[in-house]
């Protein structure tokens, strides 16, 4: 499920969607096997990768908590905290029906082709990957190939842009806010202020995000035809599968809010002896 990462990095509903009890709610054994076909179990694991935001939303780098950072990060975004954590949200979110749509599709011979090249698309942030998906992108384009099309429809089957924009807000807004009850910043921050700064740029953020939703569809998808996009298109737009997609959009929301506060709480542990 790459689009769960790269198209639409933490997807946001309402807050209900999470505390509603599903009619006829899937097992734990059901949803760990769904995790898997699916491959949402490795898009929780690529939220690690994401750790390295937070030295840099507070001006720094990872470097400037010593040597520990890597320790304190890995244990924050833990695989199997994530993943039980996940599990929790599912067992009372996601029902049967859902559950079976969605491994149904993904466990065909497409959706496991699919799925093999969105697992390594998820744990790869390199820029030579970036790179590449540019110039993918860019032939792409040039050649007029009706993937660029399906690629934008994709995105906008799964979650839009401008869900993943409140989301990114969200998380930046609340690890801040945390940070600063942690004492990580020189002076106590005002949330309607910093809110006010960061929905300033959002349409740099949109424009950036659009353009981001085709190129790394480019890199990801480059060996799959035509004719595969527009199967897994059609499967996208099925509104069982968003609403699949909408909830894993939820529980990648919410646990990555609750990462970046207990990174911030934690922070200080590395980076006491100096204000920020």
Not at 47 to 70: C, I, K, N, Y
Not at 239 to 266: G, K, S, T, W
């Amino acid at each position: 499920m790459t689009f769960l990462r790269s198209i639409v990095t933490t997807g946001i509903v309402a807050a209900s969607l999470l505390l509603t009890t599903a009619a006829s709610a899937a097992d734990r054994a059901k949803l760990e096997a769904f995790m898997a076909v699916t491959g949402f179990d490795v898009a929780l694991d690529s939220l690690r990768l994401s750790a390295g935001q937070a030295p840099a939303l507070l001006g720094l780098s990872e470097d400037s908590f010593g040597s520990d950072w890597t320790r304190l990060a890995d244990e924050v975004f833990a695989s199997e905290g994530l993943r039980a954590d996940a599990l929790d949200i599912l067992e009372q979110t996601m029902d049967d029906d859902m559950l079976n749509h969605a491994a149904a599709f993904y466990a065909s011979d497409l959706g496991q082709r699919l799925v093999e090249a969105e697992n390594t698309a998820h744990m790869d942030d390199s820029t030579e990957s970036d790179v590449a998906g540019q110039d993918l992108a860019a032939e792409l384009i040039a050649s007029g190939s009706p993937k660029v099309e399906y690629f934008q429809q994709m995105s906008a089957a799964i979650g839009s842009i401008d869900n993943s924009i409140r989301a990114i807000t969200e998380v930046q807004v609340r690890f801040l806010m945390a940070a600063s009850a942690a004492g990580l910043t020189q002076s106590e921050l005002d949330e309607e202020d910093l809110r006010a700064i960061l929905n300033s740029r959002t349409d740099e953020m949109r424009d950036a995000m659009l353009i981001g939703s085709v190129t790394n569809a480019a890199h990801t998808y480059r060996d799959f035809s035509d004719e595969d996009m527009k199967a897994y298109l059609d499967a996208l737009e099925e509104p069982l599968m968003q609403r699949v997609y909408e909830l894993m959009n939820a529980v990648q929301f919410q646990l990555q809010i609750d990462r970046f506060e207990i990174l911030a709480a934690r922070m200080v542990e590395l980076y006491p002896q100096q204000d920020i």
